[in-house]
């Protein structure tokens, strides 16, 4: 995996990844564009529900979406790594098996999610919940 970062002004900065995407990052001052933590904790969110919708589609549920709740905790002081990251996943279907959905979270936490046990790892507690909804 590849990537360059690109200073454009004042604090602002583009990522390149090997893919060819791109994302604007900046420090906040201007607020136009990402912030890197943020990037790091969307991450994580992405890493995970990628794990949970593809084990529920392989399980055959009825998903119409999902998403990813997430809340990162950091001290107020430099450096501010997260010490805890809240991940609350809502899945909404039809006849979807809370089972399979608990099963489907715990495989990404505990197997599959590279990002949120890579910062586990680092010694950042990472608390798993998700919510059923049937349509």
């Avoid at 994302?23 to 136009?32: A, F, L, P, S, T």
């Avoid at 969110?45 to 709740?69: F, M, N, P, W």
Wanted: charged share 25%; aromatic share 6%; net charge negative.
């Amino acid at each position: 995996m590849q990537g360059r970062v690109t200073w454009v002004d004042e604090l602002t900065f583009v990522g390149e990844a090997g893919s060819g995407n791109s994302v604007v990052m900046e420090g906040g001052r201007k607020n136009n564009g990402i912030r890197p933590m943020e990037m790091i904790l969307l991450g994580v969110g992405g890493c995970a529900s990628y794990d949970v919708v593809s084990i529920l589609q392989k399980a055959r549920q009825d998903i119409i979406s999902c998403h990813c709740e997430l809340n990162g905790e950091r001290p107020d002081a430099t450096p501010a790594p997260f010490t805890r990251i809240e991940m609350e996943f809502v899945v909404r279907g039809r006849g979807l098996k809370e089972a399979q959905v608990a099963r489907a979270v715990e495989l990404s936490a505990d197997k599959y999610c590279s990002a949120s046990i890579m910062l586990r790892n680092a010694g950042v507690e990472i608390v798993h919940s998700y919510r059923v909804e049937e349509l």
